[in-house]
């Protein structure tokens, strides 16, 4: 079972950047598809974005498109959600997840990292 702890998260104004890391326990960590994901107070948790286990492939929501990259090193293992031009709308709890290979959901959950970001 892997373990994932996330780190990086903090204030900024908005505009500035932060980049998350979310480190995993496991070698086999290239197994799963990794995702970030964000609970803002009274929202439910959605997926900002993920990166395929098979074929690197990423998602990114339409609300981080162009500001947010999301990237892997299988050799450290690591992955991290590079944030610019970070808004007040980011504001959120941050939580890194792995999902096993054809699973449909993440099994696997950090324990989130607070980002907030100051008009």
């Known amino acids: 079972q892997v373990q994932l702890q996330e780190s990086g998260g903090g204030l900024v104004q908005a505009g500035g950047s932060l980049r998350l890391s979310c480190s995993a326990s496991v070698r086999t960590f290239s197994w799963y598809t990794m995702g970030w994901y964000r609970q803002a107070p009274g929202k439910e948790r959605e997926v900002v974005a993920r990166v395929s286990w098979n074929n690197g492939n990423t998602y990114y929501a339409d609300s981080v498109k162009g500001r947010f990259t999301i990237s892997r090193d299988s050799a450290k293992p690591t992955v991290y959600l590079q944030m610019n031009d970070l808004q007040p709308e980011d504001t959120a709890v941050y939580y890194c997840?792995?999902?096993?290979?054809?699973?449909?959901?993440?099994?696997?959950w950090g324990q989130g990292t607070q980002v907030t970001v100051s008009a």
């Open positions: 997840a792995a999902t096993a290979p054809y699973a449909s959901a993440p099994s696997t």
